[in-house]
């Protein structure tokens, strides 16, 4: 069964703090991305990667950078914390070309206090 | 700009009976349209995927139906259970690049 597992499922941090949120799929998919999800919302795309050492800004890519190092694995930092980035943050996967296959992490809810 | 509207926001349904769920898209070119089940506090699951082709598609009690002429789609819940509960998440890709349009969920709860 493929997968897509975020370290955290909950996380607490105090404003200024350098947070890291790591995630890492089984499936050798060239696509990772992180979206961040409050309520009335929906997700809206942080960040993605369609590559090692390759990145793109999404839609609200302020306030935080990714690093992706090995094809497995993609890291979302938020540089100083603040409280408007208490949210769920969700990591997905999907084959280069192939939108189809496209598989969530479980999420890891952050607050920032 | 591409756009996904659900409706409705949420609603509240007895165990045993069925509800219809109501997605909107705008976006373009279009290539499949997915819905995803997402369980208090859990990512988001997929359901259904369904292409420019297909109308009716069904996954168990699931089943969901998809007009590309007048690019709405459906979700319907036959004889909910509690664990129907969740949100329910409407999502189409763009086909030229890797960003997908989501809807802001429709929240189901059934109650016993």
């Known amino acids: 069964d493929v997968k897509v597992t975020q370290s955290s499922r909950y996380l607490v941090k105090r404003t200024g703090e350098k947070v890291f949120l790591e995630c890492v799929q089984d499936m050798d998919h060239e696509n990772m991305f992180w979206y961040r999800q409050d309520p009335g919302l929906g997700l809206r795309l942080i960040y993605f990667s369609y590559d090692v050492k390759m990145k793109e800004k999404g839609d609200i890519p302020e306030g935080y950078s990714v690093s992706r190092e090995k094809k497995e694995r993609f890291s979302l930092i938020l540089e100083s914390a603040s409280t408007n980035q208490t949210s769920m943050y969700l990591c997905a996967s999907s084959s280069a070309g192939a939108i189809y296959g496209y598989t969530f992490g479980s999420g890891t809810r952050l607050t920032v206090v | 700009k591409n756009q996904v509207e659900q409706s409705p926001q949420s609603l509240i349904i007895l165990e045993g009976k069925n509800c219809t769920l109501q997605c909107n898209y705008t976006v373009s070119p279009f290539s499949n349209l997915r819905w995803y089940k997402q369980d208090t506090g859990r990512g988001p699951v997929s359901l259904t995927i369904m292409t420019f082709s297909e109308n009716t598609k069904s996954n168990g009690r699931y089943t969901a139906t998809l007009d590309a002429d007048t690019k709405q789609s459906s979700l319907h819940i036959t004889a909910s259970q509690l664990s129907d509960s969740a949100s329910y998440i409407c999502?189409?890709?763009?086909?030229?690049?890797?960003?997908?349009?989501f809807g802001a969920g429709t929240t189901v709860t059934v109650r016993a």
């Open positions: 999502v189409v890709p763009s086909s030229n690049d890797y960003k997908l349009s």
